[in-house]
């Protein structure tokens, strides 16, 4: 059920253009930049003014006589050259208010055209410990992926690995040169996987040799050996079980656990399929295919490399493939930093060329970076990429600091403790990083993010928290939730924010862009502490408007703990402090 107070005015709004003989396209409002003029705002008469080589006040003053008959409407005014402002009636707003707490979905309806979608992000690498490089990945991901949902939409999500190019080559051939051969391979942690290919990494940047190794070494992964592919399922499975318990901390999920390896098969399809189109050709020794170049040169897409091994780039137009023929996908949304744009654009034209998801739309979704103070990419103190598993506990720490000791409280042993730790924690960081627009990176505040104040995660699940306990306390002495009644000013502020709710998750899901939940969660947890300094509920003047202001706060509550869900945050039953933090 769409409860959008926007919705009604428009119906009505595009009945009286229609008798006004006006174009109704522009029968629409928005949330009015003036709130102490208006609630809703009509700016349809000054784009008309223009059509219609009329004064744009005169066709607005047309339009706000009709809607001064509207029963909804408190009062209508026309300011400027020809802006229609509207302020609704208390009563309406209040019966729309009480249909979204009765409603399940809290007023918010689904996509028009719900859709099989497939998310990619995550991409981490096997073999290499994970940094805060991962962060924004997997965070915004999970976070689009739980609204995609929400509004409708079948959704599979994939980490994709990085798992089948020239890296396994340079790992395997780094074990080779330090044990002699692979046997001591399957002992190998992650931590000693990943010196190795750090040790690879140095040796292939300085010495030729070791480098055209390590592509024989891809090739013949590639193409079968059983050694080596025995060898390499063990450096996977290490990899996956260090790369799923960083995400588990995270609360990052996927549906599928696929890499390049699993398109090795589709990537010899796509390599026949191109021959057979006559759009590769051979360029010293490699197969590639050549792409129009515009504004800016495109480089080649190699799609078979000289020594056999397929191109990196492949991997992803075969997997591709396979998400449009196994998977049915309508759409594919990529997630990663900037830097990978060519890249995004080189696939998305190979895929055009070859024909292989003609109905499929491609989207690749760029992110700025984690940055520190510096406004460089966030470090060690030593200068080091920071592994995520450290930011974790170096988050961890910090939220410490303002949390009690194991049984300090009472019922709060260690195990409640080092939960409501991790909640408050994974809140900081995830918070930090959607409350940015995706496309921009951030400075990560590690002195502010983990406050109980501020537009901080941990802000939000306290005003949560703070609901819970008034609505404990609240049955405890016998009250319920009522009819609502709109009174005070700041009761009347609340219920128009919540009734934005639909707008913001639709908004969200067409942009695909968590901060705008992020900003409306904020936002609507300070409307709501107005409303809580103002209007007493336990205390209220009478039982009725006790009822009232309570279910506006379990309202409330119930549409921060959606959001939050939707941020991929989890909202404690109770928040704690320690004294004197």
Same mark, same amino acid.
């Given at each position: 059920?769409?409860?959008? /107070? ?108 719900? +859709? ?16 805060? *490089? ?25 980490? +994709?690995?990085?798992?089948? %190019? ?92 696929? %890499?390049?390896?699993?398109? +090795? ?89 070859? *024909? ?34 450290? /930011? ?64 901080? *995660? ?19 002495? *016998? ?29 969200? +899901? ?72």
């Amino acid at each position: 059920m769409n409860l959008l /107070l926007e919705n009604k005015i428009n119906s009505e709004l595009c009945n009286i253009f229609q008798k006004l003989e006006l174009d109704d396209k522009f029968a629409f409002v928005k949330v009015s930049d003036r709130a102490d003029l208006s609630d809703f705002q009509c700016n349809g008469a000054l784009a008309l003014a223009k059509i219609m080589h009329k004064n744009p006040r005169e066709i607005g003053t047309a339009i706000a006589a009709e809607l001064e008959k509207c029963d909804f409407c408190e009062s209508i005014s026309v300011d400027g050259p020809g802006f229609i402002n509207i302020k609704l009636k208390n009563d309406f707003i209040a019966q729309n208010t009480d249909a979204m707490a009765d409603d399940a979905r809290l007023g918010c309806g689904i996509t028009e055209n719900p +859709h099989k979608v497939i998310l990619d992000y995550g991409g981490p690498n096997v073999a290499k410990t994970m940094h805060v *490089g991962h962060l924004r990945s997997g965070v915004i991901g999970e976070s689009v992926s739980r609204i995609e949902r929400f509004v409708g939409n079948d959704v599979t999500c994939d980490v +994709h690995l990085g798992d089948w %190019g020239t890296p396994m080559g340079m790992i395997l051939s780094e074990i080779i040169l330090q044990d002699g051969n692979l046997d001591k391979v399957s002992s190998y942690d992650i931590a000693q996987i990943t010196e190795f290919y750090k040790q690879a990494n140095i040796r292939c940047k300085e010495d030729d040799n070791a480098r055209e190794n390590a592509r024989r070494i891809t090739a013949k992964l590639q193409g079968g050996d059983e050694q080596y592919r025995r060898a390499w399922e063990h450096l996977r499975n290490e990899s996956i079980k260090a790369i799923k318990a960083n995400y588990e901390q995270l609360d990052v999920n996927f549906d599928l656990w696929w %890499g390049e390896s699993d398109a +090795h098969e589709a990537c010899g399809e796509i390599v026949k399929i191109a021959q057979a189109k006559g759009i590769s050709e051979v360029d010293a020794g490699a197969q590639i295919i050549r792409l129009a170049e515009s504004n800016k040169p495109k480089p080649p897409v190699i799609i078979v490399k000289s020594d056999g091994a397929f191109g990196y780039q492949l991997t992803d137009i075969a997997t591709i493939k396979l998400r449009a023929d196994d998977l049915h996908a309508d759409e594919i949304v990529y997630f990663t930093d900037n830097r990978q744009s060519l890249h995004f654009e080189q696939i998305f034209e190979v895929v055009q060329k070859l *024909g292989i998801a003609p109905d499929v739309k491609l989207q690749h979704i760029m992110f700025g970076t984690v940055n520190g103070a510096d406004g460089k990419p966030f470090k060690t103190r030593d200068g080091g990429v920071m592994d995520l598993e450290t /930011l974790i506990e170096m988050s961890k720490d910090k939220v410490r600091q303002s949390l009690p000791k194991p049984d300090e409280v009472e019922g709060y042993g260690a195990d409640e403790i080092n939960k409501l730790t991790q909640q408050i924690a994974v809140a900081a960081i995830k918070f930090q990083d959607l409350k940015n627009t995706i496309a921009s990176g951030y400075v990560f505040e590690l002195d502010d993010f983990a406050k109980f104040e501020g537009k901080t *995660g941990p802000y939000i699940q306290y005003a949560v928290a703070r609901i819970n306990s008034v609505l404990r306390k609240a049955d405890a002495n *016998g009250l319920q939730t009522g009819k609502i009644i709109l009174e005070a000013p700041e009761e009347r502020a609340l219920a128009l924010k919540l009734a934005q709710v639909h707008n913001v998750v639709m908004r969200a +899901h067409t942009d695909k862009e968590p901060s705008i939940i992020a900003e409306y969660t904020h936002s609507l947890a300070q409307v709501f502490s107005t409303f809580y300094n103002a209007c007493p509920m336990m205390s209220a003047a009478t039982p009725e408007l006790a009822f009232s202001r309570l279910k506006l706060a379990k309202l409330t509550r119930d549409i921060l703990k959606l959001m939050l869900y939707l941020l991929g945050i989890e909202a404690p039953e109770i928040m704690l402090k320690a004294e004197n933090k």
